[in-house]
């Protein structure tokens, strides 16, 4: 098993998830972490590691964003050898047992996301649906472990997605132009057209980076940036060419679903971070969005392998 990470600007947060890693029991076998052109030091951290675990470093030469970072990560990881990778943003930490809590479900599913702790060490809110018809992702209400250890979703997240790599050979590797945003989400949706994706019931991260947010009871709203909103908002045109192309998509609900989108960006600006002024960032990000859905040149990421359909989740820890 290889740990994937993409940093940009984290120095401190970079430093502390590197030695959470040093603390895993097993150890995995390498680490791969993506400098997405950092200006920081991050270049110092790395070059001052000595670890148990090897760690590669891949510079990028300009920020490619998380999507650009996930992609050029886990290619080297395929490179390396890697049976199963395990993406990560730079500002969690893994805890110890993290591994051995994944190792009962690693015979049964290719595609496993374990539970994190948010900064005050509380459970952090990770549990969506991908509804088809609207293209957003919805938040499934109560406690989805109550009566199972394990949560079958429809949706990815790169901060703590296990996948095989058989799978990401037949899948792709993430789809880089969406800079950040929703990326983690289709890639999840891809791979859950043909293989289950789980989520199960063990803390395996813990976030380390502290944010603004409110309680909506079903969910919470952190804050954003700027860049975000518009990759969030323009990002809908990728999410609604691969529902096109698997037959999926909706032209009426995915409309509601982007006003749906906007919305929920604007109660965001209100609510956390009382102020209206991300409002021409979420314009921007539809008008490109539109573009993006009149481009007749577009082409999803292509599978990495000649023979697709051969993926069976694997039980390896390399």
């Known amino acids: 098993m290889f740990i994937v990470i993409t940093t940009f600007n984290r120095a401190a947060h970079l430093q502390d998830l590197l030695d959470s890693i040093d603390t895993l029991d097993p150890a995995p076998s390498g680490v791969v972490v993506v400098d997405n052109a950092s200006t920081d030091g991050t270049a110092d951290v790395l070059a001052a590691r000595e670890t148990r675990v090897p760690v590669l470093v891949h510079r990028l030469p300009v920020n490619a964003g998380g999507s650009g970072g996930f992609a050029a990560g886990v290619s080297r990881a395929l490179g390396e050898g890697a049976e199963w990778l395990w993406l990560m943003d730079d500002d969690v930490v893994v805890l110890p047992d993290a591994l051995a809590s994944f190792g009962p479900w690693m015979a049964r599913y290719s595609c496993i996301h374990g539970r994190r702790y948010d900064h005050a060490g509380e459970p952090f809110f990770w549990q969506h649906l991908l509804d088809e018809f609207l293209g957003v992702h919805l938040p499934v209400r109560g406690d989805v472990f109550a009566r199972s250890p394990v949560f079958h979703t429809n949706v990815g997240c790169f901060e703590g997605m296990l996948v095989a790599?058989?799978?990401?050979?037949?899948?792709?590797?993430?789809?880089?132009?969406?800079?950040?945003?929703?990326?983690?989400?289709?890639?999840?949706?891809?791979?859950?057209?043909?293989?289950?994706?789980?989520?199960?019931?063990?803390?395996?991260?813990?976030?380390?980076?502290?944010?603004?947010?409110?309680?909506?009871?079903?969910?919470?709203?952190?804050?954003?940036?700027?860049?975000?909103?518009?990759?969030?908002?323009?990002?809908?045109?990728?999410?609604?060419?691969?529902?096109?192309?698997?037959?999926?998509?909706?032209?009426?609900?995915?409309?509601?679903?982007?006003?749906?989108?906007?919305?929920?960006?604007?109660?965001?600006?209100?609510?956390?971070?009382?102020?209206?002024?991300?409002?021409p960032s979420l314009w921007r990000g539809w008008r490109a969005a539109r573009v993006i859905l009149r481009d007749a040149g577009w082409q999803p990421e292509p599978p990495l392998t000649a023979a697709a359909g051969t993926a069976r989740p694997t039980g390896g820890t390399r």
Request: charged share 25%.
């Open 165 to 279: 790599a058989e799978v990401v050979r037949e899948i792709g590797l993430p789809d880089a132009r969406f800079f950040l945003n929703g990326d983690d989400l289709t890639y999840g949706w891809l791979i859950s057209r043909r293989y289950p994706v789980a989520y199960v019931d063990a803390f395996v991260l813990r976030k380390t980076r502290a944010q603004r947010q409110v309680d909506l009871g079903v969910r919470h709203l952190n804050d954003s940036s700027d860049l975000s909103r518009f990759c969030g908002m323009r990002n809908r045109g990728y999410l609604a060419r691969y529902l096109r192309l698997h037959g999926r998509f909706h032209p009426v609900g995915f409309g509601l679903g982007t006003a749906l989108s906007a919305g929920k960006e604007l109660v965001r600006l209100v609510a956390v971070e009382r102020s209206l002024s991300g409002v």
